[in-house]
């Protein structure tokens, strides 16, 4: 009886004091959803440093991040908005926006953030573009990238040609670079999907869409885009670019750190990578090769975006605006993340960055990829049709009047 | 009155795994069906217009699906047919042993314990298409069996011989596992009697050994083929679909609908006719084994 009258009292008090807490604890959780890379400091430096600073500035909000896998990302995003346990904020990829803004999953900055003019300004316009579906901004850039001409200095050195500077140059590159080793490429990229066409594409002035969005017809299949892909093709039959665009051979930071590759296009993540994993291996970078459209490549990057039914909108809005914040923007840049403030441009910071220069001098001419909910099902007629050309199962205008025909449905 | 509370007593003993069953699976099973029927919105709180048939007529005219059936269909046939052909004969040799009998089951049942993503990574590996591919090594290099590498996970027939190769190299553990318990339960004295009779190993086999399987057998490959009528990591890890498609399986297919394209309510279409096209074949299986009765149908 009196250890009965013991426990009673006990949980009375324990009960009490659960309610006393909660009841004084008027802190809100809010949970945001990030892919930083967890080996190169980005996710650290997040956790351990920026959002504690960000939790001591405003001791009402708790911040939760939870390191998603770029690769399963949208994947669990899906699957937690459809079960309604959806974080309040994410760190989306820059082409995801419209098909989650069409769905109705994003909360429109423009009609809920009072300040989002001012933002708008301070940010660059073309990452910011991304953010825009159908009259709206979803979003705001967190960070942006591009990719540049990444050259092995050994090989070339071992070839005895200078780096590129414009396709033209590419096949006479070629035969230099496999007269000094009959088994090495002059390129490499891991398959025929836009990211890796797009640049080549645009270099030689062709498109995929028309700038409204409505029809594909005259843009992928026009003589500009032929030639691009015919060029490509060429380079391929000629054993300059890696069996790898096929979908199977040495990858390419393997290849090209290995002396096989003798340049590949890639974004200022492949330092860190690079540095990581051959310490010694020596390359530079340089401009995309210019064809007659220019030195175009594709822009990259991450947004930050609330999801409509977030319980926490405001404190969700205070984290993004910290997110975007010139100390934030300052500090991620030590990892490799290139800012998005207008006011860094021309900031010590940037200039002194050891690779962000020659970036910068690439996205000034860089171009997004096509705004659409559809894009997944765009960039896979992309690929199969270079696919095709590659098989020589069709001719490069025949693929592409095609993807020309799909695509157009797809964007209807 | 006595009567029907005894009546009512096994019920109670269903009830809890009937529960599970039914959160688990009959309400995702319904909730799909809902979905198929409808134009789906993942936002929880939005509309979603109801769309009747439209999402399965859609389904006759899509070449893509039926690809991946006829892939899916040749890949079930090829596995299920190897696994049971190499898991028949590691029982037989493993049944026969005098010494290591638990050490060689364990061996040859460890890649059905290991993870699909490790050992579909591990393939791709060995089928690299570079020249240090070590299927590539092994046939250029140790055996001269052919000159230049082969472009492995390039071509259709190429990929599939790598993802096949895995299927199968994956499941002979677990056939083996239930024909080796089903060969330990022949009585012994009908192989004795047999042998006195005049009865060679052939004939042993043939008019003792399968007749007492068949059962086993049509257990084993109906088991089996709901499997490879599921496979979706190899592919996924090896080669993604491509060439061109020409590796996509069904739920392959079905998952990218869903999860890329977004289009649920014409992915749950599609896993409804799927499964209607799984379930007929089972059917059909069990009955040309001629009503033997295995475990699948007890």
């Known amino acids: 009886m009196k250890h009965r009258i013991i426990f009673i009292t ?111 300004e301070a940010v660059f316009e073309g990452p910011l573009s991304t ?57 490499s990229a891991d398959g025929f999907y836009a990211w890796n066409l797009l640049p080549f594409i645009w270099s030689f002035g062709g498109g995929i869409t028309d700038e409204e969005v409505t029809t594909a017809d005259g843009y992928i299949n026009s003589p500009q885009t032929v030639a691009a892909y015919e060029f490509i093709m060429k380079l391929y039959d000629e054993g300059c670019i890696s069996p790898l665009i096929m979908g199977d051979g040495v990858d390419n930071y393997s290849g090209f750190a290995g002396g096989l590759y003798a340049d590949i296009s890639d974004g200022p993540w492949a330092y860190s990578i690079l540095n990581g994993q051959f310490p010694d291996f020596n390359f530079e970078a340089s401009l995309f090769p210019e064809g007659e459209g220019g030195s175009i490549q594709v822009i990259g990057g991450e947004d930050i975006n609330i999801i409509a039914q977030t319980q926490h909108k405001e404190e969700a809005l205070e984290f993004m605006r910290f997110l975007v914040s010139k100390d934030y923007q300052i500090s991620m840049m030590s990892v490799g993340q290139m800012p998005v403030r207008n006011d860094l441009a021309d900031s010590e910071e940037v200039k002194n960055h050891p690779y962000f220069g020659i970036f910068l001098e690439q996205i000034a001419t860089s171009k997004a990829r096509t705004a659409h909910p559809n894009w997944a099902q765009i960039d896979s007629v992309i690929t199969d049709a270079g696919q095709l050309i590659a098989r020589k199962e069709m001719s490069a205008q025949q693929a592409l009047d095609d993807a020309a025909a799909k695509i157009s449905e797809l964007i209807k | 009155m006595k009567q029907l509370k005894e009546k009512k007593f096994p019920y109670l003993f269903i009830l809890p795994g009937f529960l599970f069953l039914f959160v688990w699976l009959i309400l995702p099973m319904l909730s799909a069906l809902n979905i198929s029927l409808r134009n789906w919105n993942i936002m929880p709180n939005m509309p979603k217009p109801w769309a009747g048939l439209t999402n399965y007529s859609q389904i006759l005219s899509d070449s893509l699906f039926w690809l991946s059936l006829k892939n899916t269909f040749v890949y079930a046939l090829v596995t299920v047919i190897g696994q049971m ?21 364990a061996v040859y049942y460890l890649p059905v314990v290991t993870s699909w993503v490790v050992v579909s990574l591990l393939f791709k590996f060995l089928f690299n298409s570079s020249p240090s591919g070590f299927i590539n090594y092994l046939l250029c290099n140790v055996f001269h069996i052919i000159d230049q590498p082969v472009s492995w996970l390039t071509e259709a027939n190429t990929s599939f011989a790598a993802i096949d190769t895995l299927g199968i190299w994956k499941g002979i553990g677990f056939a083996m596992i239930i024909f080796l318990a089903a060969l330990q339960s022949i009585p012994q004295d009908l192989y004795e009697s047999a042998e006195i009779d005049g009865g060679g190993t052939i004939a042993l086999f043939r008019y003792i050994t399968l007749p007492a399987l068949v059962p086993t057998i049509a257990t084993v490959s109906v088991m089996l083929l ?30 990218n609908t869903a999860f890329t394209n977004l289009n649920f309510g014409y992915s749950s279409a599609l896993s409804y006719v799927f499964a209607l096209i799984v379930f007929g074949l089972s059917r059909l299986q069990l009955r040309a084994f001629g009503g033997q009765k295995g475990i699948a149908e007890k």
């Open chain 1, 131 to 187: 953010n825009y579906w159908k009259g709206h901004y979803y979003g705001l850039p967190l960070d942006t990238n591009t990719k540049v001409w990444l050259s092995n200095s050994a090989m070339y050195e071992k070839a005895g040609v200078p780096v590129p500077t414009a396709m033209t140059e590419l096949e006479e590159t070629c035969k230099a670079i496999k007269a000094s080793d009959p088994n090495a490429y002059l390129f």
């Open chain 2, 226 to 255: 709901i499997g490879a009528f599921q496979t979706y990591v190899p592919v996924a890890m090896i080669t993604k679909g491509g060439p061109l498609h020409r590796t996509e399986m069904v739920v392959s297919y079905i998952y």
């Open chain 2, 85 to 105: 052909i190499l898991g028949l004969l590691v029982a037989l040799l493993i049944d026969n042993l005098i010494f290591g009998k638990v050490f060689f089951r």
């Open chain 1, 10 to 120: 006990l949980s009375i008090i324990m009960l009490l004091c659960t309610c006393i807490t909660s009841f004084a604890d008027d802190t809100v959780n809010i949970t945001f959803w990030h892919g930083y890379n967890e080996d190169n400091g980005e996710a650290d430096l997040l956790i351990n440093t920026l959002i504690p600073q960000f939790e001591a500035e405003h001791p009402n909000i708790k911040v939760t991040a939870v390191s998603v896998p770029y690769d399963s990302f949208l994947t669990k995003l899906i699957a937690a908005i459809s079960a309604g346990s959806a974080p309040d904020l994410f760190r989306s990829d820059i082409i995801w926006v419209p098909q989650l803004a069409e769905q109705g999953v994003l909360l429109s900055l423009d009609e809920n953030m009072p300040d989002f003019e001012e933002y708008k």
